[in-house]
């Protein structure tokens, strides 16, 4: 399997943009989470998807921010209107049972996003 | 609220030196910790899972403990080299079925 695929890696955006993170899981798993990494608050949980339906977005820090997965396959995080404190590594991960359970949780490679 | 702290935040041993990486959390109700590996510009790479029911954990080099009711995990890295250079983050996973992650330990293994 390829891994936790997300899209774009790096993107660079102006304050006031549309910013779409994509992120495909592993195949078979039925848990996707987005996390946010920053210097200084470190890893957050954002949101969290089971079987496509959103569980958990108590982390989603506001109402810019809004995340779907339209199927097992797909899922994505939009940023409107982005501000330079949006910027961050945002990152996708997928596991079969939520982790708590002793399924080990996969990252993606993040995507790297600045707002200027 | 969980809370999970890392000490020390960095780290930097000669090379083929064994390392203890600390890490603490508040709330004992936990299901099971994780310790992960983040290289530079990368995501994160899982390297031990302890269940809440299990003491320890092995893979090679490394050894992961976990003393729930204190709430302290290490993991000890023996025999390190320049390839473990990289940031060693902690997380726990409670009721809510998240994960909640300390702040990393950066270790530099020197040649």
């Known amino acids: 399997d390829a891994g936790v695929i997300q899209s774009p890696r790096h993107e660079v955006t102006e304050m006031g943009q549309e910013v779409t993170l994509r992120c495909k899981p592993i195949s078979g798993h039925d848990y996707l989470f987005w996390y946010r990494q920053t210097m200084m608050r470190g890893l957050e949980l954002l949101i969290y998807f089971n079987n496509n339906v959103p569980i958990d977005d108590s982390g989603m820090p506001e109402d810019r921010f809004s995340a779907k997965m339209p199927n097992a396959s797909f899922s994505t995080l939009k940023i409107q209107p982005s501000e330079p404190r949006d910027s961050a590594v945002y990152f996708c991960?997928?596991?079969?049972?939520?982790?708590?359970?002793?399924?080990?949780?996969?990252f993606g490679e993040g995507s790297w996003l600045t707002v200027v | 609220k969980q809370e999970v702290t890392q000490i020390p935040a960095a780290l930097s041993v000669p090379e083929g030196e064994n390392l203890v990486l600390n890490c603490s959390f508040t709330?004992?109700?936990?299901?099971?910790l994780q310790w992960f590996r983040q290289d530079p510009g990368k995501g994160l790479t899982s390297l031990l899972l302890?269940?809440?029911?299990?003491r320890e954990q092995t893979s090679g080099r490394l050894n992961a403990s976990l003393d729930k009711s204190s709430g302290r995990s290490t993991l000890y890295i023996a025999a390190s080299q320049p390839g473990d250079s990289a940031t060693y983050l902690c997380?726990?996973?409670?009721?809510?079925?998240?994960?909640?992650f300390g702040s990393g330990t950066q270790l530099t293994v020197l040649p």
């Open positions: 302890i269940q809440s029911s299990q």
């Open positions: 991960a997928s596991s079969l049972v939520g982790g708590y359970s002793g399924n080990t949780i996969y």
């Open positions: 709330d004992s109700a936990i299901y099971n």
């Open positions: 997380a726990v996973s409670g009721s809510a079925r998240q994960l909640t």
